[in-house]
């Protein structure tokens, strides 16, 4: 997949795509409907924006991101998505009305063929540009747009929110099932305090930085090392949390990966939420925490294998 992130200067042949647009935090199947629906017009693009309007718009407001971009994009490869526009969302882009947008973006910037949107897209300054406006502005331009129904399931609309609340309730299954797949933590492995080594449980920790953080405790998880000669699969259990055994508050993610021997500082991860475990914990000693991290990683196990 190829990645552009500014709409001027576009090459000719990154121009004449079907896009799905939106911000596509997460890949839901809501997410895949509209990409799948832009995916019968032509040549597939998806148009996102990083960072994430409300991150401009509410600097200060808590985590909500379910991904990182780099979690983004790799979903986006994995579908079959041929070009990510992934344009910078700033004070520029904020300022332009539906009308500068639709023109100066889509239609003259990335020369696109055919948008698909959600219905419940809004677009331009203000938010005041809706799908139907752009219906008529690609008409105006020479693009074509399809707004494509909100995907329901149980009763109810799929949603980057209820996706949220299910993971702060430690219910990854019920998360994974509106996704169309496991919730995901990616990013680099970075050094650590190193203690899990003196347990004989070596961790690889991640941080969890601008993201909504899931319920904080134990899961059973399935881990991709995306780069390095360990590249691969591999079970595992992990720790999400602000570890209270030693005092420390800032939360991160130290995965234990199962019959694994190497090093894995620098390299990227994957880890998949597969099923929660049990809340964080604070223990009597070492000794106590250790017989509970053998107890966690057997259950893992056990998870896993079914």
Not at 199 to 206: D, I, K, Q, S, V
């Amino acid at each position: 997949m190829k990645i552009i992130r500014h709409w001027q200067g576009v090459t000719p042949g990154d121009r004449g795509a079907s896009i799905a647009m939106g911000n596509f935090d997460g890949v839901h199947l809501g997410h895949r409907s509209v990409i799948d629906t832009a995916a019968t017009h032509g040549p597939l693009g998806v148009l996102t924006f990083e960072p994430h309007p409300r991150e401009f718009f509410v600097p200060d407001a808590p985590p909500f991101r379910l991904m990182n971009a780099e979690a983004r994009a790799n979903r986006l490869a994995k579908i079959g998505v041929e070009r990510l526009y992934e344009l910078p969302f700033g004070a520029a882009m904020a300022g332009l009305s539906p009308e500068d947008f639709a023109r100066e973006v889509l239609a003259e910037g990335l020369g696109v063929a055919h948008v698909t949107v959600g219905r419940d897209f809004c677009f331009g300054k203000g938010r005041k540009g809706q799908a139907a406006d752009l219906e008529q502005l690609g008409r105006a331009l020479g693009f074509g747009v399809t707004v494509a129904p909100l995907l329901r399931a149980g009763g109810k609309e799929i949603s980057s929110t209820a996706i949220r609340n299910a993971l702060s309730e430690g219910r990854p299954r019920d998360a994974a099932a509106m996704l169309g797949h496991l919730h995901r933590i990616e990013g680099a492995v970075l050094h650590g305090a190193k203690r899990g080594r003196d347990l004989g449980f070596p961790t690889a920790n991640m941080s969890v930085a601008g993201l909504h953080l899931p319920r904080l405790g134990v899961y059973a998880v399935k881990v991709d090392v995306l780069s390095g000669p360990q590249a691969g699969s591999y079970g595992g259990a992990a720790s999400l949390g602000v570890r209270p055994m030693f005092g420390e508050n800032a939360p991160n993610l130290e995965t234990f990966l199962f019959d694994f021997r190497g090093d894995l500082y620098g390299h990227h991860l994957s880890v998949a939420l597969v099923d929660y475990l049990r809340p964080e914990l604070k223990f009597d000693g070492l000794e106590a925490l250790v017989a509970q991290m053998n107890a966690d990683c057997a259950r893992a196990r056990e998870i896993l294998a079914d």
